[in-house]
């Protein structure tokens, strides 16, 4: 495996003195390239900048065809390099050719290399190119090599800035790592649509079952639990706002499994109640109907039929498993905010004629 001749610091000593040296921008790139592929013993060094269009543009290079400069152009998210710019993530592929994602270019001559390493061209947060070093050798990079990489981007990023080498950078939302972003649609056809948009995540695998310092760990969980309850206690308060007897977490934003509801009548002492992971066991076979309303259905009263009674499981506010046998409000309640955290709404337990008049009635744009 080869290694780096000089290490890192030889090659940001090198970096100092080409940026020193009066020279244009375009210069400037092309020394920089050939260092970091001598320094890093890699064949191919390529930077590809943001252009005025918003493609990555191949703007200099060491070992790929010098006529590809300014002519090979990748959109964001075309190939590993339009990967490692949609996602401002660095790839380090040993066989980077087989990887489904390589979108190979003839006019650059890269087929002969089966090993990528690429770092995204960061400033401000936003990607502004795409700095890539290739080898001919299956070569897996070191962890330092990568790091090397991107503390070098950083570098790049200030001269291709200086130089205003960069066409526009777009403000596009697939371009910026962390900043929310609204999407604007057009009606494919006449109708309406309710609901959250919620990220998912994928669940937390729990690899390390045993810690290293239990302390630490258990101040974690103490602060986890804080935090729930507090999430938990400004459901309820919104609830009350609203007011609501019941809501359920998704309604608010929160992908958690909590439900809180108060039943108590007007002029009754208030009665919070707290279901967290909520779980029905089984429900009755017999049915009820009440007149059901929803907070994120604002307006809407409907008939709903639902098992009279169910059997739940949850935790308590405490933290305390609980189980729970449920009838007339508290049944029916239940089981709409258990809805909610299966993603159903009462409109979906509505029949369609009524569904069409409530949806006539909602707020434009709501
Ligand atoms: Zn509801």
Redesign the pocket.
């Known amino acids: 495996m080869p290694g780096s001749v000089g290490g890192p610091r030889i090659l940001l000593r090198r970096l100092r003195e080409v940026m020193a040296e009066p020279e244009s921008a375009q210069k400037r790139l092309d020394k920089i390239v050939v260092l970091i592929a001598s320094n890093m013993v890699a064949e191919v060094c390529s930077v590809y900048l943001m252009n005025g269009t918003k493609e990555l543009e191949l703007s200099a290079t060491e070992g790929l065809k010098p006529t590809a400069v300014h002519a090979t152009r990748l959109r964001v998210g075309e190939g590993l390099v339009g990967d490692i710019a949609a996602h401002a993530r660095p790839r380090n592929l040993a066989g980077a050719q087989s990887h489904p994602g390589f979108a190979y270019r003839p006019e650059t001559g890269e087929e002969i290399y089966k090993s990528l390493m690429g770092v995204p061209i960061l400033r401000s947060g936003k990607v502004v190119g795409v700095l890539v070093v290739q080898n001919r050798t299956k070569r897996h990079y070191t962890e330092e090599e990568v790091e090397a990489l991107q503390t070098v981007a950083m570098v790049l990023a200030e001269v291709v800035a200086a130089a205003d080498l960069i066409g526009a950078v777009p403000d596009e939302p697939d371009l910026s790592r962390q900043m929310p972003y609204h999407i604007a649609g057009t009606s494919f056809s006449e109708s309406i649509a309710l609901g959250h948009a919620v990220l998912h995540e994928p669940r937390v695998h729990v690899t390390k079952l045993i810690a290293e310092d239990t302390e630490l760990e258990l101040k974690r969980l103490e602060q986890a639990v804080y935090a729930l309850r507090g999430s938990i206690d400004d459901m309820l308060e919104t609830m009350y706002d609203a007011p609501?007897i019941?809501?359920?977490a998704v309604?608010v934003g929160v992908p958690k499994q909590v439900i809180v509801m108060d039943l108590a009548r007007e002029g009754e002492e208030p009665e919070p109640r707290y279901f967290i992971n909520p779980e029905i066991l089984s429900t009755s076979d017999d049915l009820a109907v009440y007149e059901?309303?929803?907070?994120?259905?604002p307006d809407f009263y409907e008939e709903v039929e639902r098992p009279a009674r169910c059997r739940v499981r949850y935790l308590d506010y405490q933290g305390e498993i609980r189980e729970e046998e449920c009838d007339e409000m508290l049944a029916t309640c239940l089981q709409?905010?258990m809805?909610?955290l299966d993603g159903v709404?009462?409109l979906d337990r509505t029949a369609p004629e009524q569904r069409r008049e409530a949806l006539k009635a909602l707020p434009a744009g709501g």
Do not use: P
């Not at 059901?292 to 259905?297: F, I, N, P, Q, Y």
């Open positions: 609501g019941g809501l359920a309604q059901e309303g929803c907070l994120s259905v709409h905010e809805d909610h709404l009462i």
